[in-house]
């Protein structure tokens, strides 16, 4: 098949007219719409809230534990008993 063949039997099968959709299709392609649109909206609200609570459990952690101070050094033993 050449191209001038394939470019027309590619303008047949646009000129077709395209096949109908039974009626209750349409009932159930809405339902699947609406199921998986309120499946992402859930899985992305519960994505923010465990990044909240992750930020929240950081700034506790960090203002608890202040990793950005130096510990002491304990190179030398205390002096007791002067």
Do not use: H
């Not at 191209?3 to 339902?31: F, K, T």
């Not at 499946?39 to 952690?61: D, E, G, I, K, Y």
């Not at 203002?63 to 205390?78: D, F, G, H, K």
């Amino acid at each position: 098949m050449n191209r001038a063949e394939r470019e027309a039997a590619a303008r047949r099968i646009m000129e077709r007219v395209p096949p109908r959709v039974p009626p209750e299709l349409y009932g159930e392609v809405l339902r699947r719409g609406n199921r998986r649109l309120r499946r992402r909206r859930a899985a992305r609200r519960l994505l923010w809230l465990l990044l909240c609570a992750a930020s929240v459990a950081f700034l506790v952690w960090a203002v608890t534990a202040r990793p950005w101070v130096e510990p002491p050094t304990q190179t030398t033993p205390p002096y007791t008993g002067w």
